[in-house]
Structure formats: C-alpha cells, structure tokens
C-alpha cells in the first residue's frame, strides 16, 4: 500500500520516534514471519525471543511512554493461515484458548499494555483475562475485537502480512456482515467476560455497528480503519479522482461521528502531519 510499509525492529524504533515527535504515542503492532516458522499449532507466536516478542520489549525499553497494543491470533504464525486451531479441516474453538492465552501472556510480560484479541474464537476475552490476571496483570487492558466481520476489505494487510487461509474462509467464525444484532450479543458477552473496550472492524462499511454499540454501552468503543479502506482511497488520489487530505479527514471524522472513542487507522501518521502544519 502506498506510504505504508513492514519495518525491521530497528527501523521501526526509528519510525516510531518520528511518529512520536508528531505527537502519535499509541501504536497497534503485527508481525510478518518467515514460513519456515510457520506451524500448525502457531508455536513462533509463544516464542519469547521471536520477532513479535522481542520487538514489543525493545520498543517498550526505548520509549517507555508509549502504549503498545497487540495482536492475539494463530494466523500471523499458523501453516493454515487461519486464525485459529485447525482439525480435520475445522477451526477448533476450544483448543485454541491456551495458545491464545500463552501469547497474551508472553506479550503482556515484554510490556504490552493492551491486548487485542482478533481472532473471534468463542470465550477467548474471558480466558485471557484470567490468565493475564492470573499472572500478575490485571492492569493490561484487552480491546476486543467484537464485531469484526467477514469482510472483502482484509486484502491488502493479508497480502502483506501473507497470512490468508491456505484453505477454506473465515467465515465461520468471523461475523456475517448482513447481520447487526450480532454485534450487540457479542459486546455483551465480551464485556461480561472482562473486555475494557470494544472494536468494530472494518469501520466505514459498518458505521451503523459503531453507532449501535456506543448506543448500548459504556465502555469505549474503537474502530479499526482497514486496509482496503485505506487502498481504495490512495488509488482514488493518485488518480486524481479525490484529494486525499479532504477526504481522508472526512472519512477520520465520520467514524468518529458514529461513535468511535478509539480509531487505528494507515492515516494516522498522515492526519498528524496535517494536522502539525
């Protein structure tokens, strides 16, 4: 995608103080790892001194003030590409919980300070809470990706990450974008397990969920901003269709009219610049 790229651990500390200097001091990070490390059970993503782990500590002992939030799913690391426990060629709900509440454990020691949960397996905010209280940190927050839905949008990130499924779709366990009371069932559930904020993804397609969401609950509710949003209106500029600062402001503000306390977004670093003159 134009403007956006994957970053070694040192030139992201780099990326990360320029970031800063803009006035930026929360970063969603993800990892993009070799397939030789790749396995069935997603091992690489319980490695503490993998890439994903390693990079959170030495980002977190250069800049202490920043808060760095994580991704908990299988994908990044499984052979199957799919975001969880892969059997006979089903995702297994309930074995996937340990591995997932390994890796937010392992992320919240190298100094992660809220867990995000993307991978839309039943029970996993409830099981991570536990063991990340268990372990000594209840203070870690977990954003949960609650209404994250089987969307045509994910292209781009998962080119560029190379974790699409190897087989089959996500569709069974990511949410049906034709169906909006889903996401209220599931932010019930997700705060009644222990999430301190709630994700809906993507954000422009379903600003209807934000709206619905804020509506009926208290807790903060975010929106991720995808990378099919962002690609769709980088062609649109560069073929002189829109200009890209107008619009980008226009879309920032409208996930924010709808309800968004929280927006992760590729234009983040851009909107600063803007924004600083």
């Keep these: 995608m134009p403007?956006?790229?994957?970053?070694?651990?040192?030139?992201?500390?780099?990326?990360?103080?320029?970031?800063?200097?803009?006035?930026?001091?929360?970063?969603?990070?993800f990892p993009s790892i070799?397939?030789?490390?790749?396995?069935?059970?997603?091992?690489?993503?319980?490695?503490?001194?993998?890439?994903?782990?390693?990079?959170?500590?030495?980002?977190?002992?250069?800049?202490?003030?920043?808060?760095?939030?994580?991704?908990v799913a299988m994908d990044p690391y499984s052979s199957d590409g799919h975001d969880g426990l892969v059997e006979d060629g089903k995702i297994v709900n309930d074995k996937t919980l340990p591995?997932?509440?390994?890796?937010?454990?392992l992320q919240a020691k190298a100094g992660a300070d809220i867990i995000g949960p993307s991978d839309m397996m039943d029970g996993r905010v409830g099981y991570i809470?536990?063991?990340?209280?268990?372990?000594?940190?209840?203070?870690?927050?977990?954003?949960?990706?609650?209404?994250?839905?089987?969307?045509?949008?994910?292209?781009?990130?998962?080119?560029?990450?190379?974790?699409?499924?190897?087989a089959g779709d996500k569709k069974t366990y990511q949410m049906d974008p034709a169906n909006r009371q889903e996401a209220l069932r599931e932010a019930e559930l997700d705060i009644a397990e222990g999430a301190d904020m709630l994700m809906v993804k993507p954000a422009l397609s379903?600003?209807?969920?934000?709206?619905?969401?804020?509506?009926?609950?208290?807790?903060?509710?975010?929106?991720?901003n995808v990378s099919g949003e962002y690609a769709m209106l980088k062609a649109a500029t560069e073929r002189g269709w829109l200009e890209e600062d107008k619009v980008m402001q226009e879309v920032l503000l409208s996930i924010r009219r709808a309800g968004a306390s929280v927006i992760l977004t590729y234009f983040a670093k851009s909107f600063a610049q803007l924004v600083n003159g």
Excluded at 133 to 160: C, L, N
Excluded at 206 to 224: C, G, H, Q, R
């Design 3 to 29: 403007g956006i790229y994957r970053y070694s651990p040192d030139q992201l500390r780099e990326e990360i103080k320029e970031c800063l200097d803009l006035g930026l001091k929360s970063f969603v990070l």
């Design 34 to 71: 070799d397939d030789s490390l790749k396995d069935k059970v997603a091992s690489e993503g319980e490695n503490p001194a993998g890439l994903y782990i390693s990079t959170i500590r030495m980002l977190k002992d250069a800049y202490p003030e920043i808060c760095i939030m994580t991704d």
């Design 99 to 105: 591995i997932l509440g390994r890796m937010a454990l």
């Design 129 to 166: 809470r536990k063991v990340l209280d268990q372990g000594g940190y209840s203070e870690v927050s977990i954003m949960s990706y609650t209404a994250k839905y089987a969307s045509a949008f994910y292209g781009p990130f998962r080119d560029a990450l190379d974790s699409a499924p190897k």
């Design 206 to 224: 379903y600003l209807d969920v934000i709206k619905s969401l804020k509506e009926n609950f208290t807790v903060p509710i975010a929106a991720y």
